[in-house]
């Protein structure tokens, strides 16, 4: 039976207490466990109608596989800020997202990333952090549309919109009850 984000995170309980680098290490984990259900398509209960990672013979595959690798990271990223917002140290958070983002990075690398290619992805990371966290802050169709817009080339799709938003919100809300009893201390 495939399994679905709020499952995994039901599953993976978590501590009373993580540092910054559990923190990252335990959300990579859950970013890696996404894409790779995304990739498959194994999870049916969100998945992104018209978005083909698979069968693209033009070279659009490895592009979309990386958009929904950022939109993924993105989404535990916002899901964990949410989190620990009033509850941890901004340094501490920033501490542990780093973590995140240096273990999705290392195991690029060691999945067959070149590390030259790396700086020009951690900037199309930063590009589409800023871009999705100005659109959700307007609305959820509008970060929606700025992930379906990436994640097909240019197009935007209501059902890609639709599937985005549910995408988000079954990343963000069990993340956020996942860690919320949870607090963010020194190694």
Known sequence: MPSTL??????FRAPQTMTPYEL????????WE???????????DASVPGVDTLDDDDGTDHRTAEEALI??????TRG??????GRAPDQRIRRGLDALHSAVFEDMVENGTPETQLPIFEQRVSTRYAEYNQAASESDDKLGEA????????????STTQAIRERAVAVANPLRDFLEDVELVEA
Do not use: I, P, Y
Request: aromatic share 12%.
């Open 6 to 11: 709020s499952d995994d995170v039901r599953e």
């Open 24 to 31: 990252g290490d335990s959300l990579a984990r859950l970013v």
């Open 34 to 44: 996404s894409f790779s259900d995304f990739v498959a398509k194994e999870d049916v």
């Open 71 to 76: 939109f993924f990271m993105w989404a535990h």
């Open 80 to 85: 964990a800020q949410l989190a620990f917002l």
């Open 147 to 158: 992930v379906s817009r990436h994640l097909l080339g240019g197009v935007v799709r209501e």
